[in-house]
């Protein structure tokens, strides 16, 4: 179905803020992207989509019921996949499956999420780094075709976190050269796999696996678990939806028992290890973690969709904040609009620039991932655990940051903000899960605090660290850092407050084992600080991080956009230091009159970004039919598209709802 929406004048409000403009947008839009050409590429590939059946749905999904939202999305999906199969793929090489650009595009037909999300999100990503060739030529043409649709079953009832503890078990029988995989209590039970309850025939099982007697830990397995043809359950699985959530609505998360599920020997994921016919175990793997791999490279690619999420929030915030005017500030004077706000702009701004931290990191990163996955498939798995720590914190740090700044968003709209229509409440509340998904915020922190204790170990005893905490070899045995407020200075205090939340919490751990404690004691009475410091350590990367990549990407670029970029990332650096004054004052030379300073500058550079804030949205380059938001769109039409969308509630389709003579009048008459 297409809707047919009025082709409206920009509002005035907008339009003359987009006159204010004072940098090439294009130019900005550009680094956002990767390049002129990933700009001209995303552009082309946006527009297949939205002119092959991308449509705004006639009734919002939000109206439909849980069985009809899912049909919907289903059918949109098939549509959507085909369109990616036959012409998306061509465009960004088939290779590039996971690419961002499909992922924003697939916004503009699913305001929720696609029940085939998972399926080349994590299924066909497992496929790729967990199998032997003949496997990868067995079942990748067939998932990537859309012959066989898969889930990720690895959580489990009992078990999300501790993946060591999952209970499904995967134990060989040579007699029959097969698997048997069984669900042996409740707990056991696979549990969230998006795609699964409904959608999917096959899907990843992560399962302890068993041979000759011993157990080898857990283990990957593709799994058929529906009939092709009738779609049934087959014999021995039970499987269904795990029931409303806060988000994920038509993702039809599922679950998933065994009951003595045979499968054929060939159907273990054996890149890294592999079961003989026999029954021997064969481990090839060179690091224990890497059937973790997965969820490595979701991480991964998760600080980006982040950036991507933000971007969409500070869109429809801001430009809803431009049309949107509210108190006089002096009597009969006109109402400002509530951008002129300097509290609306602190708000605000800090995500625009956010947005940009967070996808310059993720280029940076995203290069480092491969780098890491080149050396490990030439045998070299050394700089492994570094990218775990990385990628761990990062993952940590951007979803909850993100989450935080979209929240901050929803605030900034006011009552309106809170409107589905406004497709805020969609972005807070997909956000909201992936600061728990593929590893939740504190324990991927706490796994990161690992790698830096190790790291502080060495650099205090003289020995070089890896790159991304050679800050240690500067700063492990200095006690502050001098305070200096130009953007080294800030990095450097990061850097500074990093080393000092370690090093805190290697003196605390030594103290706890010399009161008595064993190490697993105090390293557990020390994880509140543990938590703290890898987060100080991932601002640090963060900063880092961004303010170098703002500066090579802007090299050759304009005059003006290297100020506009240059001030955002200025902003980020600011806001943060603010944000960490305590830590400041503990770890650097500040002092009181340096952070008054700091504020004042934090206020000024809001004043200077304010006349280019649109722009700076609109450099985003997020068409309407992705953003889905009655504030947000390019044309500021905000109270007509309100009152559109509210329209279109069942509610209003008749003018007086049955339950009026069925309750409230025999009330009103006193004989209910
Ligand atoms: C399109 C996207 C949609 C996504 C929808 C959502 C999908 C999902 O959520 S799928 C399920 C994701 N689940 C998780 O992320 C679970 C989180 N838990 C874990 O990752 C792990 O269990 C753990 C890391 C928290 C702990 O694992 P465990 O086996 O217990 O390991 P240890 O704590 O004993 O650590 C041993 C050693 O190994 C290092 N390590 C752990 N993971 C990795 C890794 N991936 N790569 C490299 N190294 C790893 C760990 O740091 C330890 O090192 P040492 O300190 O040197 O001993
Ligand atoms: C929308 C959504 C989609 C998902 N999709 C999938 C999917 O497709 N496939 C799949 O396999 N899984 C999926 N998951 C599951 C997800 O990966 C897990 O929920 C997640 O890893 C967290 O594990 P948990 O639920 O066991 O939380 P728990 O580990 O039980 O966490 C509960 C609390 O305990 C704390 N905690 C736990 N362990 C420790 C520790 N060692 N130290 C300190 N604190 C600790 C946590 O910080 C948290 O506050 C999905 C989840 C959601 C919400």
Same mark, same amino acid.
């Given at each position: ?16 803020? /987009? ?11 550009? +680094? ?141 029988? &040579? ?12 707990? =056991? ?24 007697? !011993? ?51 060939? %159907? ?30 979701? /991480?991964?690619?998760?600080? =980006? ?28 004077? &006109? ?71 979209? !929240? ?16 805020? &409440? ?63 200075? +800030? ?17 605390? +751990? ?90 004042? /500058? ?9 006349? %280019? ?26 109270? !007509? ?32």
């Amino acid at each position: 179905m297409k809707a047919n929406r009025p082709k409206r004048d920009v509002h005035p409000d907008l339009a003359r803020e /987009r006159l204010k403009c004072n940098f090439n947008i294009e130019e900005v839009t550009n +680094i956002i992207d990767g390049g002129k050409d990933k700009t001209l590429e995303r552009k082309k590939i946006e527009d297949i989509a939205l002119n092959n059946g991308a449509c705004l749905d006639e009734i919002p999904d939000e109206c439909l019921s849980i069985k009809e939202r899912y049909e919907n999305a289903i059918r949109k999906s098939c549509i959507y996949s085909n369109i990616v199969r036959n012409e998306m793929l061509e465009i960004t090489g088939m290779e590039n499956f996971e690419s961002p650009v499909l992922r924003r595009t697939a916004d503009a037909f699913f305001k929720d999420i696609s029940p085939f999300m998972l399926h080349l999100g994590m299924f066909v990503p497992t496929l790729i780094g967990q199998s032997t060739p003949e496997q990868m030529a067995e079942w990748l043409p067939k998932a990537l075709d859309m012959k066989i649709i898969g889930a990720y079953a690895q959580t489990e009832l009992g078990h999300g976190t501790f993946i060591r503890g999952l209970e499904t078990t995967a134990t060989y029988d &040579p007699d029959k050269e097969e698997f048997v995989l069984h669900s042996p209590t409740i707990t =056991s039970y696979k549990w969230w796999a998006g795609g699964l309850g409904k959608t999917a025939n096959h899907c990843v099982v992560m399962a302890q696996l068993y041979t000759q007697g !011993e157990c080898h830990g857990t283990h990957l397995f593709i799994v058929q678990i529906r009939d092709l043809d009738t779609h049934m359950p087959l014999p021995g699985i039970k499987v269904g939806e795990i029931g409303p959530r806060m988000g994920f609505s038509s993702a039809d998360n599922g679950f998933l028992g065994f009951n003595s599920f045979r499968i054929p020997r060939q %159907n273990m994921l054996m890149k890294h290890a592999k079961v003989e016919k026999d029954g021997c175990y064969v481990k090839s793997a060179k690091h224990g973690k890497l059937t973790y791999g997965t969820m490595v490279f979701i /991480r991964v690619t998760l600080v =980006s969709e982040m950036s991507f999420n933000l971007s969409k929030a500070a869109t429809i915030a801001i430009r809803y904040s431009a049309v949107r005017r509210q108190t006089e500030l002096r009597p009969n004077e &006109p109402e400002p609009q509530i951008l002129d706000y300097p509290t609306q702009q602190h708000k605000l701004f800090i995500c625009i620039a956010t947005a940009h931290a967070f996808q310059l990191t993720s280029k940076w990163l995203w290069d480092t991932f491969q780098a890491v996955m080149a050396d490990v498939r030439k045998g070299n798995v050394d700089a492994l655990p570094e990218l775990h720590a990385l990628s761990s914190c990062l993952k940590a740090v951007s979803t909850s940051d993100a989450l935080s700044h979209i !929240e901050q968003c929803r605030f900034a709209c006011g009552g309106h903000g809170y409107m589905l229509s406004s497709n805020l &409440p969609f972005i807070y509340s997909f956000v909201a899960a992936t600061r728990t998904y593929e590893g939740d915020y504190t324990v991927l922190l706490l796994q990161t605090a690992r790698f830096l204790v190790k790291a502080w170990e060495q650099a205090e005893s003289g020995n070089n660290v890896t790159p991304t905490v050679a800050y240690l070899n500067r700063t492990a045995n200095t006690k502050r850092v001098v305070w200096d407020n130009t953007h080294e200075g +800030i990095i450097q205090s990061f850097q500074a407050i990093a080393a000092g939340k370690i090093g805190q919490c290697v003196r605390s +751990i030594r103290d706890r084992i010399k009161s008595g404690m064993d190490y697993e004691d105090a390293w557990l009475m020390t994880t509140v600080q543990l938590v703290a410091a890898a987060e100080a350590h991932c601002r640090a990367v963060l900063v880092n991080t961004y303010w170098n990549e703002m500066i090579r990407l802007t090299k050759s670029s304009s005059a003006n956009v290297k100020t506009v970029m240059h001030q955002l990332a200025v902003l980020y650096l600011m806001y943060w230091a603010l944000e960490k004054t305590g830590d400041l004052l503990k770890y650097s030379s500040v002092s009181k009159q340096d952070l008054d300073d700091l504020q004042r /500058r934090y206020e000024e550079l809001l004043a200077a970004l304010r006349p %280019n804030a649109v722009s700076l949205v609109d450099a985003f380059d997020l068409r309407d039919e992705i953003l889905h938001s009655s504030l947000g769109s390019y044309d500021g039409c905000v109270y !007509e598209r309100l009152m559109e969308e509210a329209q279109k509630s069942p509610l209003n389709a008749e003018p007086v709802n049955p339950s009026f003579h069925k309750y409230i009048k025999p009330l009103m008459q006193g004989k209910l």
